[in-house]
């Protein structure tokens, strides 16, 4: 085999390489679970949902506004309060006391395959952190590229 033919055939072998490595690390990548990707929606809704709990331990009303869809439904046991400026009037009274009287942490995640809306749970705690009752809510990731709550509503725990 001439010089020239040898170095060609080399080149081509190395540009094969290259191109075989780079899609096993594309391969990889692809394979990764979603998960572990902090930047996930999973993971998006999964730290606001801690922010918006964090809010009511925190005392931060504001906090808690920011997370709230201008067009919410949130459900009490008389009726669904309509709009973020309803929400923030009825939740305001749990904001007023030095200690929060309930908490909450998200405990399943899901999100549709399009990334723009998503489900939360989770238990619901008293003071003394006795499970008193579960949430589920419904967030929208907003044209803001941020996620708030867009349906939220409690219930006791079954007996």
Do not use: H
């Not at 072998?13 to 679970?33: E, F, T, W």
């Not at 998200?106 to 499970?131: F, H, M, N, Q």
């Amino acid at each position: 085999m001439s010089f020239g033919i040898e170095r060609a055939l080399r080149a081509r072998i190395v540009a094969a390489m290259k191109s075989a490595s780079i899609a096993v690390a594309l391969s990889l990548v692809a394979l990764a679970p979603a998960a572990s990707n902090p930047a996930s929606p999973s993971a998006q809704v999964r730290a606001a949902e801690a922010a918006f709990a964090a809010a009511m331990e925190q005392r931060d009303l504001p906090a808690f506004e920011s997370l709230v869809s201008a067009e919410a439904v949130f459900f009490t046991k008389e009726k669904a309060l309509r709009g973020k400026a309803a929400v923030v009037a009825q939740w305001k009274q749990f904001f007023e006391a030095p200690a929060a009287p309930f908490s909450w942490a998200p405990e399943t995640i899901e999100v549709l395959d399009s990334g723009r809306l998503a489900l939360s749970s989770g238990p619901v705690y008293d003071r003394s952190r006795k499970l008193i009752g579960r949430f589920t809510s419904i967030w929208r990731l907003e044209d803001d590229g941020k996620w708030r709550v867009v349906f939220d509503k409690g219930c006791p725990v079954c007996p």
